[in-house]
């Protein structure tokens, strides 16, 4: 076991280490019922990753399939025709922790106090050089028509009297933020964010060995439009969010993050928009939790419609399954993409298949039974959907506000 993990790693040559958790599980039958918490101060979440380290690493984002490929030989035994769909999994799972931790970590470093109760706050340097207004109101996030009932300040208990340090889980509410910020410095303020903390994040106490940073649940919406001259108006837009679910007391080791991302050309005229969506699941297969037996998903559907050409199916879909206790992977890789450059993620040349088994240590395909047998194998895992750029989940909420509520 430790041999195939060490020629994964020699191959990759990158380690991003284990995502420990802190939280404490609860009881909620056993009498008397624990208190929650209340944080002092609030923040935007770091990241919202899920790792996937222990047996095989995303390669940098620098480094490019062709140069894998020069690798492949050198390193791998004769065989490995799985290894490039192998390294597009985990090389689409750190691009989009990269891709999403590049914007919450510029506005994740400030702490927002729940007491005083805030319903609004303003921060200077604080998204690539540019000041920042976010309020906590109550609204529509989900485009359901009904707002989300949040509590309207960063208290999760309520707004209308001064913040308690603990409180019963149920009588915590989800909090909601809009975020604006001044890209051109010249006070002209545009829509940038818009979230929803259901469980708030914890920050890492820097005098205990362990590292309890933890996302929380919830969900984020950002929208980035990119000009190719300055002062002109923009070429694209990338519109991309987040869900994710990273603390369940009663299975600290269950995690589950899902990505969109919307891009919007504007100015090409062969096809309107990229949607890619993708979902990173960790799943415990013992109770109590063991770190060393976790069953990992990765999944991507890319849809990019031509409008020239509306009966062209331009998609990908990708699935692949491991175990963290086993050296086998399952996967399914469908690429017909007329543009593949536009993906989150290009996809790399290999045939398409559905359903294969491989030795992760080696990429050889091996008897389609032994992923059956050990719980890996993705022939009745269904796709994700293919979204379109009118979904809620790659824009921001319908009533967001053009300019500041304050």
Not at 292 to 308: D, F, M, W
Not at 334 to 356: G, H, K, S, V
Not at 389 to 398: K, M, S, T
């Amino acid at each position: 076991m430790k041999n195939w993990r060490k020629k994964i790693d020699r191959l990759l040559g990158l380690a991003l280490g284990s995502l420990l958790l802190g939280c404490v599980g609860t009881n909620p039958a056993g009498p008397p019922a624990p208190l929650a918490e209340v944080p002092s101060a609030i923040s935007i979440p770091e990241s919202v990753e899920v790792n996937t380290s222990e047996v095989a690493v995303a390669v940098p984002s620098s480094m490019s399939f062709d140069l894998i490929r020069r690798f492949k030989n050198e390193v791998l035994p004769i065989g490995g025709e799985f290894f490039d769909a192998i390294v597009f999994g985990f090389n689409i799972n750190q691009l989009a922790n990269t891709a999403v931790e590049s914007v919450l970590i510029e506005i994740s470093r400030f702490d927002i106090p729940t007491n005083p109760v805030t319903r609004t706050f303003s921060a200077p340097d604080a998204f690539t050089g540019s000041t920042i207004k976010i309020d906590f109101a109550d609204f529509d996030f989900d485009g359901t028509g009904t707002t989300r009932g949040c509590t309207g300040c960063t208290c999760p208990t309520g707004c209308d009297a001064p913040c308690p340090t603990q409180a019963a889980f149920e009588d915590l509410g989800e909090i909601c933020y809009r975020i604006w910020n001044d890209p051109s410095g010249t006070g002209e303020f545009v829509p940038l964010m818009a979230g929803v903390m259901t469980a708030l994040p914890i920050r890492d106490d820097p005098d205990t060995p362990a590292n309890e940073r933890n996302p929380g649940v919830g969900s984020f919406r950002v929208t980035l439009a990119h000009q190719d001259t300055s002062g002109e108006p923009p070429t694209s837009t990338n519109s991309f969010g987040a869900d994710y679910n990273h603390r369940d007391p009663d299975r600290p080791l269950d995690l589950t993050t899902e990505y969109y991302l919307s891009t919007d050309s504007l100015t090409d005229a062969q096809f309107d928009f990229t949607v890619s969506y993708v979902k990173v699941e960790q799943v415990a297969l013992d109770d109590p939790a063991d770190e060393g037996r976790l069953l990992k998903t990765i999944q991507e559907s890319v849809n990019q419609p031509i409008p020239a050409e509306p009966e062209t199916n331009s998609t990908l879909q990708y699935l692949a399954r491991y175990r963290t206790d086993f050296d086998f992977w399952s996967g399914t890789f469908q690429d017909f993409l007329r543009f593949p450059e536009f993906a989150f993620a290009p996809p790399p040349d290999i045939d398409n298949f559905t359903a294969e088994c491989a030795q992760l240590s080696t990429a050889v395909g091996v008897e389609e039974g032994t992923c059956r047998d050990i719980g890996i194998d993705v022939s009745e895992v269904p796709f994700l959907p293919l979204l379109t750029a009118a979904d809620p989940r790659v824009n921001l909420p319908a009533d967001f506000p053009a300019a500041p509520t304050f």
